[in-house]
């Protein structure tokens, strides 16, 4: 068995571990996938899930003893990383402690991250995304992959005004004020803006904004949109890249993701 391990709350992290199997031509029976996202029950019914809660990734020892206890269970002979080199909280620190094939899917990360922690070995690193710096992990092989198929999409039909622009941004609130503010920018049409956010806090008291609380991207809105105004965090990146001809991108600070980076190293 293949084990993945996804940490993240929404959907981004699972569309990118089942297109990574997908294209790879991974067996879906032979898949496992640790995480903490309550969206687990989009994915196939043939990967087994194993869904914890926060508090559980939290503390290193029981995060660590439950990992090698389902390898011995499962007969696990490949662990697959989407989430930082050393967990997010240091769950991961412990790593080379187990020895079995170990993957990790990389992103751009700002320096104070490896600051922090330092990487634990990998067998291979799978590279994504121009930027990223290799010198910070430890590993024996690099592979440049695609990924852009096997995306869960919401297939959601709605009457749509037309022309319209979509933004797509979770939270928080002033950010998705700001896209909206880009957006007003390029309103030459009287175009209506379509915002999709997971914070149903988010309130617009204005005509042409239709707010839709949804977390999966709607394909009707990504495809019919004249424009689409996003933040450029990872998920948001791989989710709609079929669609940069007419998207602006507009980067947000974060603790570790290097949004600003991202959008300077893909020329976005």
């Known amino acids: 068995m293949i084990l993945f391990y996804a940490y993240g709350s929404g959907l981004g992290h699972l569309n990118r571990i089942l297109s990574y199997i997908r294209v790879r031509e991974i067996e879906l029976s032979s898949c496992i996938i640790l995480t903490n996202s309550r969206h687990k029950g989009f994915l196939p019914q043939e990967i087994k899930m ?137 309103q030459k049409n009287d175009e209506h803006i379509y915002i999709q956010t997971f914070s149903e806090m988010i309130t617009f008291d204005v005509e042409d904004v239709t707010l839709i609380f949804s977390e999966r991207p709607i394909r009707s809105l990504l495809e019919g949109s004249t424009k689409i105004f996003t933040a450029c965090g990872f998920n948001t990146f791989f989710a709609t890249q079929d669609y940069r001809q007419k998207q602006h991108f507009l980067p947000f600070k974060r603790r570790f993701d290097d949004q600003f980076k991202r959008k300077k190293c893909n020329q976005l």
Request: with cysteine.
């Open 50 to 186: 194993m869904y914890y809660p926060d508090s559980f990734f939290k503390n290193h020892e029981l995060f660590f003893s439950t990992l090698i206890q389902s390898i011995e269970k499962y007969a696990v002979y490949e662990f697959v990383v989407d989430v930082f080199p050393c967990g997010f909280y240091g769950e991961l620190s412990n790593l080379d402690r187990i020895k079995i094939k170990k993957t990790i899917v990389t992103r751009i990360l700002k320096t104070s991250y490896f600051r922090e922690h330092s990487s634990p070995r990998y067998d291979d690193l799978i590279i994504l995304e121009k930027g990223i710096v290799l010198d910070y992990y430890r590993y024996s092989k690099a592979l440049y992959l695609s990924i852009n198929e096997g995306f869960i999409y919401s297939k959601e039909k709605l009457s749509l005004k037309k022309p319209f622009f979509f933004i797509i941004h979770s939270e928080p609130k002033e950010e998705v004020i700001q896209l909206y503010k880009l957006a007003q920018l390029y």
